[in-house]
Nanobody
Framework: QVQLVESGGGLVQAGGSLRLSCAAS????????MGWFRQAPGKEREFVAA???????FYADSVKGRFTISRDNAKNTAYLQMNSLKPEDTARYLC?????????????????WGQGTQVTVSS
């Protein structure tokens, strides 16, 4: 059974930082892309960042320059470093495991999902 477990969310002031982790089990994701999405109450799920099997990255315009996605294949874990956080970054952040090697911004490209971790940024 494949599981993705996110951690690292919390409450932070605007301008602060958080580092999210996504630990995978039941499947080795080193040959597949992984991604981060977020969903705020009453809003659609939106793409945040993705990393390919080789380490190529892609970001939503709203987080480019502030967020960094990375992966540690030895630990089967992905990370999302979030700096200069803004109140509009408040959402539940979900980790996603892909079925392809390459980054994709669409949620349908990811077969495996975690339960998410809440990030709340106060002004």
């Amino acid at each position: 059974q494949v599981q993705l477990v996110e951690s690292g969310g919390g409450l932070v002031q605007a301008g602060g930082s958080l580092r999210l982790s996504c630990a995978a089990s039941g499947r080795t994701f080193s040959s597949y892309a992984m991604g981060w999405f977020r969903q705020a109450p009453g809003k659609e799920r939106e793409f945040v960042a993705a990393i390919s099997w080789s380490g190529s990255t892609f970001y939503a315009d709203s987080v480019k320059g502030r967020f960094t996605i990375s992966r540690d294949n030895a630990k089967n874990t992905a990370y999302l470093q979030m700096n200069s956080l803004k109140p509009e970054d408040t959402a539940r952040y979900l980790c996603a495991g892909g079925q392809s090697r390459y980054v994709d911004t669409t949620s349908s490209a990811y077969a495996y999902w975690g339960q998410g971790t809440q990030v709340t940024v106060s002004s």
